[in-house]
C-alpha cells in the first residue's frame, strides 16, 4: 500500500486570496494535521509565514487546494 504524502506543495499553482486588505498566498497543505502554510503579504511587501487550518480558508480557495 502506497503512503500518503506528509505534505502536498502547491506553490507553483499560485495561488493568492484577499483578506482583511492582505494578500495570503497557499505554499503548502499538510496533510496529516490538516493546516495550510501562508505566506502574508502588504501591497507586495512580505509581513510574516502564517499557518492556519484547512477549515479555515474560503470555499474557493478550498476547491483549488484538493486534499485528496
Do not use: C, G, W
Request: without cysteine; hydrophobic residues 40%; charged residues 30%.
Amino acid at each position: 500500500m502506497a503512503k500518503k504524502k506528509k505534505f502536498i506543495d502547491v506553490k507553483s499553482m499560485n495561488i493568492k486570496y484577499e483578506e482583511r486588505n492582505l494578500t495570503l498566498q497557499v505554499l503548502f497543505l499538510n496533510t496529516q494535521s490538516m493546516t495550510v502554510d501562508l505566506n502574508v503579504y502588504d501591497k507586495d511587501t512580505f509581513i510574516e509565514n502564517k499557518t492556519i487550518p484547512f477549515a479555515h480558508l474560503p470555499k474557493n480557495i478550498k476547491k483549488l487546494v484538493k486534499p485528496v
